[in-house]
């Protein structure tokens, strides 16, 4: 709703000088798209799948990160030490 209504740019409604005013009645002429809710319905389930794809990405990238450091320290340990860590 908010890029529909940025979209419609209401600032070009504005007929003061001084201090903006937007009246209701200038407002009931602006015409917003808004696709049937079987669509919009369509629309998040898409993106609900996408950002369920995206999480499951980023989790398996956090765990990689992880292993990284704890390989990381665990080298480190080796280095400073001579021994391995068991």
């Given at each position: 709703?908010?890029?529909?209504?940025?979209?419609?740019?209401?600032?070009?409604?504005?007929?003061?000088?001084?201090?903006?005013l937007?009246?209701?009645?200038?407002?009931?002429?602006?015409s917003?798209?808004?696709?049937?809710?079987?669509?919009?319905?369509s629309?998040?389930?898409?993106?609900?799948?996408?950002?369920?794809?995206?999480d499951?990405?980023?989790?398996?990238?956090?765990?990689?990160i992880?292993?990284l450091?704890?390989?990381?320290?665990?080298?480190?340990?080796?280095?400073?030490?001579?021994?391995?860590?068991?």
């Open positions: 709703m908010y890029i529909m209504l940025k979209a419609a740019n209401l600032n070009n409604l504005n007929t003061s000088n001084a201090q903006p937007i009246t209701g009645s200038k407002v009931l002429n602006v917003l798209p808004i696709p049937p809710l079987s669509e919009q319905q629309i998040a389930d898409y993106l609900d799948q996408k950002c369920s794809e995206i499951e990405l980023i989790s398996i990238k956090q765990q990689k992880e292993k450091k704890d390989y990381k320290k665990s080298l480190i340990f080796e280095c400073v030490t001579g021994k391995r860590k068991v």
